[in-house]
C-alpha cells in the first residue's frame, strides 16, 4: 500500500520567515495531493491541493510543489503569521474502484513566534 | 450551510459498553469516511463507504463496524468499548468523481 513519510515533525520559524514541510510517498500511482491544516481542537481544514498533472500551485502565501519522478511534494509558507500555528498533513491518494483513498502523513507541528 | 455534523463531540464510557458514534452530513455526498486519529498524530483510515450499503474496511484494523443505510447518515459502532479505543474519531465526506475530503468536527472518546 501506499506510505507517505513528513519532515520535519516540529517546525519554528519567525514571523514573517518562510515554512517549508516535505513529503515522499511510495505509490506512483498516487496522483491527488492534499494538505490539510489543522488548529488545536479543530478539525483538519483543506488549504490547497495538486494533481499530478501539475508542477506547482500557489495561493496568496501557500505554495505546493510537486516532483512526480522523485515522489515528493512540498508545501510553501511565506511572509508567516501567529495564526499559520497549527499542525499541517500532507496526503496522497490514489483510485480504487470507486473512488479515492487518502494516505496521511505524520503530521508537522508549525510554529509562529511573534 | 451544508456542513458535516459529528456527535457526541465528547465521550467518556465504561470497559465493554457498546456506543454508536454518529455521523450526519448535509454536503450531498455520496462518499463518506471514518479517521481515526491520536491527538496531533496522523489520521488513520479505518471504514470508507461509497453510497448506500456499501461499506469498506480501511487501512488500519480496528473493532468497529459501520452501516450505510441513508446517503446522508455514516455510523460508526463499538460492541464493547476497551481502552485501546480511545482516541478522536474523525468523519469525512467526498463528491463521486471528485478527490477532495472535507471532515467533520470529530467525536473524542475516552474508555475508562
Known amino acids: 500500500g501506499e506510505n507517505v513519510e513528513q519532515h520535519p515533525s516540529t517546525l519554528s520559524v519567525q514571523e514573517g520567515d518562510s515554512a517549508v514541510i516535505k513529503c515522499t510517498y511510495s505509490d506512483s500511482a498516487s496522483n491527488y495531493f492534499p494538505w490539510y491544516k489543522q488548529e488545536l481542537g479543530k478539525r483538519p481544514q483543506l488549504i490547497i491541493d495538486?494533481?499530478?498533472?501539475?508542477g506547482e500551485k500557489k495561493d496568496q502565501r501557500i505554495a505546493v510543489t510537486l516532483n512526480k519522478t522523485a515522489k515528493h511534494f512540498s508545501l510553501h509558507i511565506t511572509e508567516t503569521q501567529p495564526e499559520d500555528s497549527a499542525v499541517y498533513f500532507c496526503a496522497a491518494s490514489r483510485n480504487n474502484n470507486a473512488g479515492n483513498m487518502l494516505t496521511f502523513g505524520g503530521g508537522t507541528r508549525l510554529m509562529v513566534k511573534p | 450551510e451544508a456542513d458535516i455534523y459529528q456527535t457526541p463531540r465528547y465521550l467518556v464510557i465504561g470497559t465493554g459498553k457498546k456506543i454508536t458514534l454518529e455521523c450526519s452530513q448535509t454536503m450531498g455526498h455520496d462518499k463518506m469516511y471514518w479517521y481515526q486519529q491520536d491527538p496531533g498524530m496522523e489520521l488513520h483510515l479505518i471504514h470508507y463507504s461509497y453510497g448506500v450499503n456499501s461499506t469498506e474496511k480501511g487501512d488500519l484494523s480496528s473493532e468497529s463496524t459501520v452501516s450505510r443505510i441513508r446517503t446522508e447518515h455514516f455510523p460508526l459502532t463499538l460492541e464493547s468499548a476497551r481502552p485501546s479505543h480511545t482516541s478522536q474519531y474523525l468523519c469525512?465526506?467526498?463528491?463521486?468523481?471528485?478527490?477532495?475530503?472535507?471532515f467533520g468536527p470529530g467525536t473524542r472518546l475516552t474508555v475508562t
Open positions: 469525512a465526506t467526498g463528491n463521486l468523481g471528485q478527490t477532495e475530503q472535507y
Open positions: 495538486i494533481r499530478s498533472n501539475v
